[in-house]
């Protein structure tokens, strides 16, 4: 499905936590998409994600429990202080695509780092099937620094910030021809009825 791309806010204050490793590769545009179980919402208008632009908030929780074929991460960075994150880059949704077989995945693996038993985990958990969200990462250099509060600790996607961040400055990971295809490719994996 298609989503209408909006122009990026002056500023965000939700993020999304996802496995360092994945926001790593988002962030240097190895990954160009997020896969979801649930939490989409569907209205007037479709098919949704609970927010369509959000940073991208780094964690290690269950990220060794399952895995990823590639962990770049960038080593020159120096971790943060404790009790803080880097947040890395900003995430735009621009396409949703439901895919109820796990073949219709197998063409999307260079798109992003997960293992195929990751990716198989996901789609197999509670009923069959996954949401592939197609986004355009911005990356932040310096990535906006936050202190980690209570209420965006523990095992929860979506987490509110407790100021907007500006989105000034913000740099493209892919050129347009090649997010172009890559969001192609994603929309073209999509089960028709989802269509």
């Not at 209408?4 to 790593?24: D, H, N, Q, R, Y």
């Not at 569907?42 to 060794?64: D, I, K, N, V």
């Not at 523990?154 to 892919?174: D, F, H, M, N, Y």
């Not at 192609?184 to 089960?191: D, F, L, N």
Request: aromatic share 6%.
């Amino acid at each position: 499905m298609a989503v209408t791309p909006e122009p990026i806010p002056p500023s965000c204050a939700v993020a999304f936590k996802e496995w360092l490793g994945v926001c790593a590769a988002l962030a240097d545009g190895r990954q160009s998409l997020i896969l979801r179980k649930g939490g989409i919402d569907e209205g007037p208008g479709g098919f949704r994600p609970e927010h369509s632009c959000f940073w991208l908030f780094p964690t290690h929780l269950h990220e060794a429990q399952q895995g990823l074929r590639d962990e770049q991460i960038p080593a020159d960075l120096p971790p943060p202080p404790p009790g803080s994150i880097d947040l890395p880059a900003l995430a735009l949704v621009e396409c949703i695509a439901w895919v109820d077989r796990p073949d219709a995945l197998g063409p999307l693996a260079d798109l992003h780092v997960w293992t195929d038993e990751t990716v198989l985990k996901r789609f197999h958990y509670k009923r069959p099937g996954l949401w592939v969200l197609g986004v355009r990462v911005l990356r932040a250099d310096p990535p906006p620094r936050i202190e980690v509060t209570a209420g965006q600790a523990g095992c929860k996607s979506w987490v509110p910030l407790e100021r907007s961040l500006s989105t000034a400055g913000l740099v493209p990971t892919l050129d347009e021809p090649t997010l172009a295809d890559r969001l192609s490719r994603i929309r073209a994996c999509s089960t028709p009825e989802a269509s």
